[in-house]
């Protein structure tokens, strides 16, 4: 590897990112073509179903790839899907060699791009930049190898650590610099997730405004009522209301009139519950959810050791009350040896508030 090769990988890695929110379940990819020590051509995977990085790429570089090396940030695909294969793509346009941050680890990518470009008669180099790759392809990754999505736990809290007041007041905590920054996110995941009380107490529309490349379904775990905004609502986004198999189905026939969505789990534990439903979300191709609360859904998320993110917003003010929640509620820890730490700590200020980001540290 060159500081040649990383600066070219980085800048592959900034057009990636450009798909954050329009390709998944496909993985964020950037590609550049370099000829002579100079860009000519560059491309990002845009939208889901469309043509990959490399094609959009090749196409820019024209006849100028041929001989030249392509630097892409994932393994090129090797079977033909909703695309043709980048591979033969590749081949065909007479790169002479590529230079890879990461394998892709699907199943019928695994090492086969790598293999078809060596055959040839293509070098292939893996592993320049790597790490920031993977950050970036996580979700991918994580749903590819486990067939779960990526887990974002969000909330807002006063300084003293309350989500709301002992009464349920809780809008609005934060400002609305951090709020637009919850939008944002929002406007990129696959689903939104929250408890029944969230539900009952904030009546929230949990979409996105303005809209982003996305849009979420919004998930409820627990009773919702029919007068709600989700429900009145459901024919503009998506809308799943989560029910254990004792539910009598007939009575939300109302739900599903207005364009909703039953999802029945099985008996059991929060925590199972919680696998029952990450397991479910990851078959229907979902990447990325938001966990906005109550303080019992996201303490059994965190009991299920099942987050990957934290976006903690924090205002500068104090609340009291020793019966104002926290936002974590669950089983907790009983040694603070064992408490779960973050690493990849971002801080922000959004005007007078401050948000908290970071990944949990796995072992």
Not at 103 to 112: A, H, K, L, T, W
Not at 120 to 140: F, H, K, N, S, T
Not at 263 to 279: A, K, M, P, R
Not at 317 to 345: C, H, N, R, W
Request: aromatic fraction near 4%.
């Amino acid at each position: 590897m060159t500081s040649s090769d990383s600066q070219y990988m980085a800048r592959a890695l900034e057009l990636a990112k450009q798909g954050q929110g329009r390709v998944e379940p496909n993985p964020m990819v950037g590609a550049v073509v370099v000829a002579d020590g100079q860009i000519v051509g560059e491309g990002w995977h845009q939208e889901f179903g469309g043509p990959h990085a490399e094609v959009h790429a090749l196409g820019n570089a024209g006849d100028r790839a041929r001989g030249a090396t392509m630097y892409v940030t994932l393994e090129p695909c090797c079977h033909t899907g909703k695309t043709p294969p980048c591979t033969q793509a590749v081949i065909d346009a007479g790169i002479a060699r590529v230079v890879a941050a990461a394998g892709d680890p699907f199943g019928e990518v695994d090492g086969g791009g790598f293999s078809q470009l060596r055959t040839a008669g293509i070098e292939c180099e893996v592993g320049v930049l790597e790490a920031d790759a993977r950050r970036l392809l996580a979700p991918y990754l994580k749903l590819v190898t486990t067939g779960r999505p990526w887990v974002i736990a969000k909330w807002a809290m006063s300084l003293d650590g309350k989500i709301a007041t002992h009464t349920g007041s809780s809008q609005w905590i934060t400002g609305p610099e951090a709020r637009q920054r919850v939008h944002e996110l929002r406007g990129r995941m696959d689903a939104i997730v929250v408890g029944s009380r969230t539900a009952r107490v904030d009546d929230p529309l949990l979409t996105a405004r303005p809209a982003g490349p996305r849009v979420a379904t919004r998930i409820v775990l627990g009773h919702l009522d029919r007068d709600s905004q989700l429900v009145q609502t459901a024919s503009e986004a998506p809308l799943i209301v989560v029910r254990t198999q004792r539910v009598d189905r007939g009575e939300y026939n109302w739900l599903t009139d207005a364009g909703g969505e039953l999802l029945l789990l099985d008996e059991g534990d929060h925590l199972s519950q919680i696998n029952q439903l990450l397991e479910l979300l990851g078959e229907r191709k979902m990447t990325n959810l938001l966990f906005e609360g109550g303080s019992v859904v996201l303490g059994a998320l965190f009991d299920a050791h099942a987050v990957d993110e934290v976006h903690a917003y924090i205002a500068p003010k104090i609340t009291g009350g020793s019966g104002a929640p926290s936002p974590v509620g669950g089983f907790g820890i009983s040694d603070m040896a064992d408490s779960l730490g973050l690493s990849e700590v971002e801080v922000e200020r959004l005007d007078g508030d401050i948000c908290v980001r970071g990944r949990v540290a796995r072992e």
